[in-house]
């Protein structure tokens, strides 16, 4: 499927479905306002009405947002994907273009690496009608990047923990790295034995494959800042010795979904030729069980020095992120540093299935990435820090425990584990963003279907885009 930028007229008319949006409100007032009622159509947000004989596809949005645009468009495009009809028109404008483009590319999203049947589509193209290309074309270009960015990032947090372990993610990262133009370090065993990763080497030692620690860099000349971003990818996490039940390991893959998603914020940055250097660190591991299976009661040396009190193998993201975090913030002195982690289920109980939490101590910087997101249209909200919440991660052998010894505010007391890895110098630069109920779903909602969602790159990207 092709998306064109066109201008008005420019497509031929024969096979081609009108695809209109309509508000609620401006129903009564349609040309087809008595065909629209005979079909009862109320135009209701993300609902549709196709009058064939007019080639007619109408799209009710509750008011005109661009987060309404860009839901319909994830509606109507799979409306058209099931139809006989070769092309489609949208008209778009400087206002709506972004959203349009997000919900055909997001909402039109497909996995099918391990379906030997699938449908045939017959929708060849879609045009974005407009009357001066000029005008559209670069907004319209970086939508494109950013919606196929977070393509990327849905495959390879859908690919099965088989066929995506550590080093099949290290070749995954190479072979983006060559594509456009990255610097790329990989580090396996004897490298993170030499660096001291204890923590992270001990979180996959159960694992038949070698941990590996990735590093991809995109430097332009000059840049305006440094930002690095580091991701959690346990490309499996069964829990460890503390295991998870069987229907919690199920959807497990998605561990990974941190590591793909800086992948995906990279190769955006990288397309989009931002003129700001990133560094995409990630923490490849699997988390599994075995006789030399690292376990609770083991005491951990972590890179930073700082000894750790393991009480639960499954809180394993967080002991990978410690040491990676560490190699980070040594290898770059970056203005920003953003990790992104589907670390806790506590996360979810606290903001629900579709809010990414954001944990840190910057008022300022957690205020712009809640205006970025808002513009990107994916949900975050801040979950604060508190210092009776860090008392809880005390240990009485170590320095510090790998989990909270009270049942509440899981996120916070996983973030505050984090924050004892982050340099004094950096607190002011840090985020830490829990993308466990956001990066990766079983029902389809907004622009998402079954499988990853891609959840931080369009607002990452966003904030990116906007650093001056
Ligand atoms: N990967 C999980 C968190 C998770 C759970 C992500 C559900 C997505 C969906 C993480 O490693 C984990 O198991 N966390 C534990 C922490 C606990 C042992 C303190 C959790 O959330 O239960
Ligand atoms: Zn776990
Ligand atoms: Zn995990």
Redesign the pocket.
């Known amino acids: 499927m092709n998306i064109k930028l066109i201008t008005n007229d420019a497509y031929d008319a024969k096979n081609n479905m009108i695809v209109e949006f309509i508000a609620t409100q401006e129903l009564n007032s349609h040309k087809y306002y008595k065909l629209l009622k005979k079909a009862a159509f109320t135009a209701k947000q993300d609902t549709l009405c196709t009058l064939y004989e007019k080639n007619l596809l109408i799209c009710g949005i509750e008011e005109r947002s661009s987060d309404n645009i860009r839901s319909a468009s994830s509606i109507a495009v799979k409306s058209l994907k099931t139809s006989n009809y070769k092309s489609a028109t949208i008209a778009v404008d400087k206002n709506n273009i972004k959203a349009v483009v997000e919900g055909i590319v997001l909402g039109g999203y497909e996995f099918n690496r391990y379906k030997t049947k699938t449908q045939k589509i017959k929708l060849k193209n879609i045009y974005l009608a407009c009357k001066d290309i000029a005008q559209l074309k670069k907004e319209f270009e970086e939508a494109i990047i950013i919606a196929d960015a977070t393509c990327y990032t849905r495959d390879i947090v859908n690919i099965a923990p088989d066929d995506l372990n550590p080093p099949s993610f290290a070749k995954l990262a190479k072979k983006l790295a060559r594509e456009n133009a990255l610097q790329c370090t990989i580090l396996g065993h004897k490298e993170l034995k030499k660096e001291r990763c204890e923590a992270m080497l001990a979180v996959g030692r159960a694992s038949c494959h070698d941990t590996k620690l990735l590093h991809l860099a995109y430097k332009p000349k000059n840049p305006k800042k440094i930002i690095s971003l580091v991701g ?1 990818g ?1 490309t499996y ?1 069964s ?1 460890g010795l ?1 295991l ?1 039940p069987a229907t ?1 390991m199920v ?2 893959k ?2 990974k979904a941190g590591a793909c998603a800086v992948l995906g914020i990279i190769k955006a940055v990288s397309e989009l030729k931002l003129d700001i250097e990133v560094h995409a660190f990630v923490g490849a591991v699997e ?1 599994m069980i075995g006789g030399n299976a690292y376990k609770p009661d083991d005491v951990l040396s972590s890179r930073k020095g700082d000894t750790i009190e393991v009480r ?1 193998t ?4 967080r002991l990978v992120l410690a040491d990676v975090l560490d190699y980070a913030q040594e290898k770059v002195e970056a203005d920003y540093l953003f990790d992104f982690a ?7 109980v606290a903001l629900g299935q579709y809010t990414t939490g954001v944990m840190g101590h910057s008022s300022k910087l957690k205020h712009d990435i809640s205006k970025a997101a808002n513009k990107a249209g994916e949900l975050t909200a801040s979950l604060p820090f508190n210092k009776h919440l860090k008392k809880q991660l005390k240990s009485e052998i170590a320095d510090i425990c ?3 010894n009270k049942p509440y505010g ?1 996120a916070i ?2 973030g505050l584990f984090l924050d004892n890895f982050i340099k004094e110098e950096n607190k002011n630069r840090w985020l830490h963003f829990d993308i ?2 956001s ?2 779903t079983e029902t389809a909602w907004d622009v998402n279907v079954h499988g990853g969602t891609g959840a931080g790159v369009r607002f990452m990207s966003e904030f990116l885009k906007s650093i001056k």
């Open positions: 959690k346990l996490d829990g503390s998870k919690s959807t497990m998605m561990d988390n639960n499954d809180a394993e993201g589907t670390l806790t289920g506590a996360c979810m790998n989990i909270s899981g007391t996983a466990a109920g990066a990766y």
